[in-house]
């Protein structure tokens, strides 16, 4: 507890659960608690990473026990560069909330409500989130998960509307079987090993009982993180809720599943060729799929959650360009891609957002006709979608880099044409919105005499553009973030 | 043939049924339940996992998780339970179903 | 002997697969409900035959129990909404939803009978009463400060995933309340005059059992969620006989007394800390004091968020238009 690492890793778990009681506790502050908070985990984010860089991963063994019967917190460099992403894009979305949902006096009906579940809520799918990315107990990763998807799924409710409850029912129901099926995967694990760490994992022989665990667990994850065809459940939920909550669910919340994908592929015993290769085909799947309906949907930010289940798509076919002889490098591609997306998605939600709240209304097609140019706002977008489209030099260009360098080395050709075709489909999903920033001849068409141009903007535009820069940025630094996250993976892939 | 085994393979096909019912069912409320089943058959596999030839006492670490499990699953239940109730009312009077209000 | 008990528990699985089967597919929604809290008690069963008696009493108070007065609540509220309270067929209140086609049924029927026979298969190759926790368990016994093993994995060994599974419970009377909040007062359920009377004597007993379930989680099965299981069955019993009716001055105790449990562990794991321990590592000689003061606290709780689970709204809060008056102070 001396060391400043474990002192990190705790504080990176019990700051926001002490935040989050206070939020409930005292409704009128907890915008101030809130935005403390996210800023603190920031802050406890940045001294972990910098101790992961000097000293290297760190255990901490609850309660003394130690695994396999105690649980342990254990931090390498993936999972720092996990809780730092999440802590920096929860920071960016608290100061984006702090608008919709701060302030002493509440802007309307339609927020007054809402802003007093808000923080607690968020505060809480933070602990849960933290949790995750140290934990390294299955069990208590069900647990995790569960604690992310009842506050998720209050987020997805927030607005009240009847799309957002009807989007938040379905969500529920997934979120429950999903978690339900790794509960079961864990069951068997516990059968066939009789502990549950996943150091015991590792030194594992393969089983019928842990092929079965496997495929529970994959099954379940799956559906949590949303990838085809386990997807119906994602757009109308990302779609309906209120934009910061939707920057949470889509930028950070489909992560946890997916990290703990990749966490299981690590320590499961044998994995096999035949999940790799089905993982690609999902992958191919939801990006052509997700693109077709991102092409065909009406409004921005149906638009973007779509986008989402493309790039999930994409991330597993990252993990998959090698196959199972290449996961012992082809799994940093995949976070590459899921810090790209965190970053880039969380600054597309809240601009799209931003613009909804400027323009009135996110249809697509009317984006050209209104007078008002939230110009910084959709700058942010823009941004963002140059990460995620993959465009040098942003961290997405980096993260797709390579996936084709990776599965050219490897001779699959065909997950290099898979990438370069969800590569150009977001290309032309992303197109139609700018082609709506761009023209602005069909206002004056439409208003005789012409109409003056409105300045959208307000102070909060910053925040998504800042993060969308970042994610452009971050490209430049990606030889060190590689080497951050090898952190504590010496030995390589088992 | 132990109870182990007996209960075990009770808990698998529940687990089934629920599935089957999560997939199929329409119906909220029964859906609801379906999830509630596939969680007991779940619970099932841990308890028999846990038993052990008498004398030896059962192993309490999967008791601990399964109790856990319950309490988790009623959460999720009951935040269910809310958003079907609440859906319920707004479907029932459509003149007052709230726009889609910008946030 | 032992064959008679092995067709005991044959029967038992039978019936309660049974059970299921039924549950899904009885047309009455209130017969479902009865079949799903039958399920459950024959669950509870068939989990003291398999030597799990602190399972069995959670599954009966909380998966059963708390999860059937959860739907019964529900369903009420369905009933009386769409005007069906009385009638006795009242079975599809909204228009029937579309059927799902034949087709679909057939290929999930499938896909979920590979499922189980996939799952029977790995489940009867897996060495049953195989490597475990056991040894483990006996030996860090003497250090836990507890006498039960289950107590001692849910609050010493395994703390963690135990707060955090009271996390959850937090999270979900958040998103409760936050669903239902601008609901109408809608009335609970009424009990005639014979069941308020009844619940006005049961009350005290009821709150003596809670309690000494509780404290009897230290030596004996029982424990924090048993006990604040049934200490939730007090408190609604008191919110339906109208003895108690949450008023908006008591939002703030409530909110108190939901995080209490969550508080008082995370203050303690963190606490214990600071002499250069583990969080979550009890002093030795205070384990079995800290463990009961977390347990009293949960137990406070868990009781408290199961009742505002089923009574679902926050106490006092008025639909629109008074909605923002609160925000506005």
């Not at chain 2, 619970?43 to 309490?60: E, I, K, Q």
Request: glycine share 12%; hydrophobic share 60%.
């Amino acid at each position: 507890m001396t060391e400043p690492l474990q002192f990190w890793m705790v504080a990176l778990l019990f700051l926001p659960l002490i935040g989050a009681i206070a939020a409930f506790v005292l409704p009128r502050h907890a915008p101030i608690v809130g935005m403390g908070v996210a800023l603190g985990v920031t802050g406890a984010a940045v001294g972990l990473c910098w101790q992961v860089q000097s000293v290297g991963t760190g255990t901490v063994a609850l309660g003394g026990w130690g695994a396999p019967l105690g649980i342990n917190l254990h931090v390498d460099g993936l999972s720092a560069a996990m809780l730092a992403m999440t802590a920096g894009v929860g920071a960016v979305v608290s100061m984006g909330a702090v608008n919709t949902f701060g302030g002493r006096v509440a802007r309307s009906a339609e927020t007054a409500r809402p802003r007093q579940y808000f923080w607690p809520l968020w505060l809480l799918l933070l602990t849960g989130l933290n949790g995750v990315y140290l934990g390294t107990d299955i069990f208590n990763l069900y647990v995790m998960i569960e604690v992310i998807a009842l506050a998720a799924v209050g987020l997805t409710v927030l607005s009240g509307s009847l799309a957002a409850l009807r989007a938040g029912l379905d969500y529920m129901f997934a979120s429950i079987l999903g978690a339900l099926l790794l509960l079961m995967g864990v069951g068997f694990v516990y059968l066939q090993l009789g502990r549950l760490d996943f150091g015991g994992l590792a030194g594992a022989d393969p089983s019928g009982a842990l092929v079965a665990a496997l495929a529970l667990m994959f099954v379940g994850l799956a559906l949590k993180t949303a990838l085809f065809p386990l997807h119906f459940w994602l757009p109308a939920a990302h779609a309906n809720a209120t934009a910061p909550a939707s920057a949470l669910l889509s930028a950070l919340v489909v992560k946890a599943a997916l990290y703990i994908i990749v966490r299981l592929l690590q320590h499961m015993p044998a994995p096999g060729e035949a999940l790799v290769v089905l993982m690609g085909l999902m992958g191919t799947g939801a990006i052509l799929w997700g693109s077709v309906q991102a092409l065909r949907a009406d409004r921005l930010k149906l638009l973007v959650a779509w986008s989402t289940v493309t790039q999930i798509g994409l991330i597993f076919v990252a993990l998959a360009q090698a196959g199972v002889a290449g996961l012992a490098h082809s799994w940093k591609a995949a976070a590459v891609l899921i810090l790209a997306h965190g970053v880039a998605k969380g600054a597309m939600f809240l601009a799209a957002g931003r613009i909804r709240a400027e323009v009135g209304h996110d249809r697509i097609r009317d984006l050209d006709r209104s007078p008002v140019r939230p110009a910084l706002a959709q700058l942010a977008f823009a941004f963002a979608a140059v990460s995620l489209i993959g465009l040098p030099p942003s961290l997405g260009f980096i993260g797709k880099w390579m996936v084709m360098e990776g599965a050219l080395a490897a001779g699959n050709w065909h997950w290099v044409v898979i990438t370069m075709t969800g590569t150009l489909f977001s290309l032309a999903y992303f197109s139609r919105v700018f082609a709506g920033f761009l023209r602005f001849d069909r206002v004056e068409a439409d208003v005789p005499g012409g109409v003056v141009e409105q300045r959208g903007r307000a102070p909060m535009d910053y925040a998504p553009l800042a993060l969308a820069a970042l994610g452009v940025a971050l490209g430049l630094v990606a030889a060190p973030i590689l080497e951050f996250l090898e952190i504590g993976r010496a030995g390589g892939w088992p | 043939m132990t109870p182990a085994l007996i209960y075990g393979l009770t808990g698998i096909v529940v687990f089934g049924i629920g599935l089957f019912g999560a997939l199929c069912v329409r119906d909220r409320l029964r859906r609801l339940l379906a999830l509630n089943l596939c969680g007991m058959g779940a619970a099932f596999v841990l308890v028999a996992g846990a038993w052990r030839m008498p004398p030896d006492s059962a192993d309490p670490v999967p008791h601990a998780l399964v109790i856990t499990g319950i309490v988790v699953l009623v959460s999720a239940t009951a935040v269910a339970l809310a958003l079907i109730r609440r859906l319920h009312t707004l479907e029932s009077a459509p003149e007052e179903i709230p726009e889609d209000t910008p946030e | 002997m032992t064959d008679l008990l092995l067709l005991f528990d044959m029967l038992l699985g039978l019936l309660i697969i049974g059970l299921a089967v039924a549950a899904l597919r009885v047309r009455d929604l209130f017969a479902m409900v009865v079949m799903f809290v039958t399920f459950g008690l024959m669950t509870a069963l068939a989990w003291v035959r398999l030597a799990a008696p602190d399972v069995a009493l959670a599954e009966a108070a909380i998966g059963t129990g708390v999860t059937g007065a959860l739907l019964l609540k529900t369903l009420y509220h369905l009933r009386r909404v769409s005007g069906t309270l009385h009638l006795p067929e009242a079975l599809s209140e909204r228009p029937p939803d579309p059927q799902v086609p034949r087709a679909v049924i057939a290929a999930n029927a499938v896909m979920c009978g590979l499922v189980v026979i996939g799952l029977a298969a790995a489940f009867v190759t897996a060495p049953l009463g195989g490597p475990g926790f056991d040894a483990a368990v006996a030996d860090a016994m003497p250090e836990s400060g507890v006498d039960h093993p289950v107590t001692a994995v849910l609050l010493n060994f395994r703390a963690y995933d135990t707060l955090m599974e009271v996390v959850v419970l937090l999270a979900a009377v958040i998103a409760v309340w936050l669903v239902e909040r601008s609901l109408p007062q809608s009335d609970p359920p009424v009990m005639g005059e014979v069941y308020e009377g009844f619940a006005r004597l049961v009350l005290p007993g009821a709150v003596v059992v809670g309690v000494y379930v509780l404290w009897a989680g230290a030596v004996a099965p029982g424990g924090a969620f048993q006990g604040g299981a049934v200490l939730a069955a007090v408190g609604l019993l008191l919110l339906m006989s109208h003895v108690y009716e949450p008023a908006p001055a008591h939002r703030a105790a409530a909110r108190g007394l939901f995080v209490l449990g969550v508080a008082v562990f995370t203050g303690v794991a963190l606490l214990v800390a600071w002499g250069g321990r583990a969080v979550f590592e009890y002093p030795p000689g205070l384990a079995k004091p800290l463990i009961l003061l977390i347990e009293g606290m949960v137990t406070i709780s868990i009781a408290a968020t199961l009742a505002a689970l089923f009574h679902g709204r926050e106490p006092g809060v008025q639909p629109r238009p008074a909605d923002t008056s609160e925000g506005a102070q």
